[in-house]
């Protein structure tokens, strides 16, 4: 008969015992955290670009509805006048 290594598996504790747990709870909260900033960051991004797309595309077609725009380039001029 060969010669066969029997080894004897101890258990390294339960999840919480090894500390393991803490560091996947940790991990995973961590995560969370990043992905909401990096949604709330994107959608601020977002937010800021289609602001000023809106704003440049008003001013080319000259204000929003014969409304003067309270900002601008110099002195804005209602639409119609």
Known sequence: ???????VTT?????TQSGLLAVLL???RYKAIELARRR????QARA???GTLNWLLA??????A????R????ESVPRHT
């Open 1 to 7: 008969m060969k010669n066969k290594k029997h080894y």
């Open 11 to 15: 258990s390294a504790g339960t999840l």
């Open 26 to 28: 940790r991990r995973q």
């Open 40 to 43: 709330a960051h994107r959608e």
């Open 48 to 50: 800021a670009f289609r």
């Open 59 to 64: 001013r080319a077609h000259g204000g929003i």
């Open 66 to 69: 014969g409304r003067p725009f």
């Open 71 to 74: 900002r601008g380039f110099g």
